[in-house]
């Protein structure tokens, strides 16, 4: 049992490189989330999906699309990188929005 | 708008203290609390998670409370050690949100 897997661990890009931040999950969940991590602001949510099928936008969307590609996986993509999405992403997973939610071990982006 | 705190920021004990981590939240409308630690550079690993119905939930040595009508939760960690050092995040945990805090930095001293 995996729990929730992302890759890559690592990734530098320059400034309007496109890139997916991939996610899985083996905990049979129903909803899944992308977060992002930043010095003294905390978890701030991108994306969540509520279920397979749904997708909604979080509290810092702008940049960011997402794709429920099934029950495990859940990508992110940015079309158009910019210096202001360096950052830690964290995915996560609930069995129902609301409920425990369980992280991968993130994601650390550079963007130049 | 929920607003999660935590204070305090950072905390040095010596090993063997019992220790209170402390979360308030603004909006008292919560499905659950949820409690995570964090190790540097690593994601976030649940500790405990209590459901608005509950006062509190006990693992191990930790236990979290909850008082809604206050709008606190508090994480109870009992003879600290060593290989508690890490950062402690509460999140308050709507229908579709978890609002996180932004952690207590804790170090235990041997």
């Known amino acids: 049992n995996a729990g929730v897997t992302q890759t890559p661990k690592f990734q530098v890009l320059k400034t309007g490189q496109s890139m997916t931040l991939q996610c899985a999950q083996d905990m049979n969940h129903n909803s899944m989330y992308w977060y992002r991590q930043d010095p003294g602001m905390g978890l701030r949510l991108i994306y969540y999906s509520a279920s397979e099928g749904t997708t909604d936008k979080g509290e810092v969307p702008n940049g960011y699309n997402v794709s429920r590609l099934n029950k495990r996986e859940f990508s992110l993509r940015l079309e158009s990188a910019a210096p202001s999405q360096t950052s830690v992403y964290f995915c996560?997973?609930?069995?129902?929005?609301?409920?425990?939610?369980?992280f991968g071990p993130g994601t650390r982006l550079t963007v130049t | 708008k929920q607003e999660v705190t935590q204070i305090p920021a950072a905390l040095s004990v010596p090993e063997g203290e019992n220790l209170v981590l402390n979360c308030s939240f603004t909006d008292s409308a919560i499905y659950n609390l949820q409690w995570f630690r964090q190790d540097p550079g690593k994601g976030l690993t649940s500790l405990l998670l209590i459901q608005s119905s509950q006062r509190e939930q006990t693992s191990g040595r930790l236990n979290a409370s909850l008082d809604k009508s206050s709008g606190r939760s508090t994480l109870y960690i009992a003879a600290s050690q060593p290989g508690d050092s890490a950062t402690y995040l509460c999140a308050a945990v709507g229908a579709y949100k978890y609002i996180f805090g932004t952690g207590t930095r804790l170090k235990v001293l041997a």
């Open positions: 996560a997973s609930s069995e129902e929005t609301g409920s425990e939610q369980y």
